[in-house]
Nanobody
Framework: QVQLVESGGGLVQAGGSLRLACAASGSIFSINAMGWYRQAPGKQRELVASITRDGTTNYADSMKGRFTISRDDAKNTLYLQMNSLKPEDTAVYYC???????????????WGQGTQVTVSS
């Protein structure tokens, strides 16, 4: 079984910063791509940023220059540094990882339970 646990969410004023972390644990043979998604009330879940195993990153246009995604494969942990936060960044943030649990299993996507980020104006 693979678990992803996010942390670091909270309440911050506009212009502030937060750093999210997502720790993967359990039966992990390898982790491929990882990413952060978010879902605001009444809206669909959207990609925030992703990072491949070789470190290639991809950002949604509205996050470029403000958010930085990174990963520490030794710790099986994904990070999201969020700067210059805006009220429209308010959402539940979810991490996703493409995990191969054992050498005999295919890779599948696993999701965390989400962490709330609220940006006040």
């Amino acid at each position: 079984q693979v678990q992803l646990v996010e942390s670091g969410g909270g309440l911050v004023q506009a212009g502030g910063s937060l750093r999210l972390a997502c720790a993967a644990s359990g039966s992990i043979f390898s982790i491929n791509a990882m990413g952060w998604y978010r879902q605001a009330p009444g809206k669909q879940r959207e990609l925030v940023a992703s990072i491949t195993r070789d470190g290639t990153t991809n950002y949604a246009d509205s996050m470029k220059g403000r958010f930085t995604i990174s990963r520490d494969d030794a710790k099986n942990t994904l990070y999201l540094q969020m700067n210059s936060l805006k009220p429209e960044d308010t959402a539940v943030y979810y991490c996703m990882a493409g995990v191969r649990p054992t050498a005999w299993h295919k890779e599948r996507d696993y999701w965390g339970q989400g962490t709330q980020v609220t940006v006040s104006s």
